[in-house]
């Protein structure tokens, strides 16, 4: 699997909007991009993943650049509950141990301030 | 509710006691793991499962054992815990094939002293 680069830590007011970079300078084209997030010591959490489009759910956003290299994961309206550590990961597709093992980096420490 | 359950939460024993945490999933997925998460290591898989009966060596199984008789669960069991087994450990399972999100338990924090 590729390997990941976050910033180790990061802050942002609560109500703004936290934008989390992640490069990936090694990703191949069958790998995607995914993020979760860590609240406290509490299980890790899905968030979003993406290929190569843009992508949007009701937790998060996700822009990759066209060449794939790097992401960033957008949080439109931070709170307070979204102080976490975040980590993107990159996983194969398919089917197999590859596609379902997760490789945890040290992750981005978000913290939200009021 | 769509969740992933493990017992216990907490857990204080003795070196040489043997343990077993349990892991349940309500979601019916093959893929099955455990995770152990110590301070500036990250989370590392210990083991894995891709369906009932077939399970295989993660990154760092040594002084665990997993079985898995049941879809459902996928027990971690320490024969002989010993100090450097003190972690936090998390299980998760996920649908196979890709992509796919995978949801974890609350995890369990075992001390053994």
């Known amino acids: 699997d590729a390997k990941t680069t976050q910033p180790t830590s990061m802050d942002c007011a609560e109500g703004r909007a936290a934008n989390l970079p992640c490069n990936h300078s090694?990703?191949?084209?069958?790998?995607?991009v995914y993020w979760y997030r860590q609240i406290h010591s509490q299980g890790p959490q899905y968030i979003i993943h993406?290929?190569?489009n843009n992508e949007t759910n009701e937790m998060a956003s996700l822009i990759i650049t066209e060449d794939r290299k790097s992401s960033t994961l957008i949080l439109p309206h931070a709170t307070l509950r979204d102080t976490a550590v975040y980590y993107c990961i990159v996983r194969v597709g398919g089917g197999g141990q590859g596609a379902q093992k997760l490789v945890f980096g040290q992750g981005t420490r978000l913290t939200i301030n009021p | 509710e769509a969740q992933v359950t493990q017992n216990p939460r907490y857990l204080i024993t003795v070196t040489g006691k043997k343990l077993t945490v349990t892991c349940s999933q309500n979601?019916?997925?093959?893929?099955m793991s455990w995770y152990r998460q110590d301070p500036g290591l990250g989370l590392r898989q210990i083991y894995y499962s891709m369906n009932v009966e077939v399970t295989d060596k993660g990154d760092v199984p040594e002084g665990y054992k997993v079985s898995r008789k049941e879809k459902r669960n996928f027990p971690l069991i320490l024969e002989s815990p010993s100090p450097n087994q003190t972690s936090l450990y998390f299980c998760?399972?996920?649908?196979?094939?890709?992509?796919?999100?995978?949801?974890f338990g609350q995890g369990t924090r075992l001390t053994v002293v």
């Open positions: 090694t990703i191949s084209g069958n790998e995607y």
């Open positions: 998760a399972s996920s649908l196979p094939g890709s992509p796919t999100e995978a949801f």
């Open positions: 979601m019916n997925h093959e893929y």
């Open positions: 993406g290929l190569k």
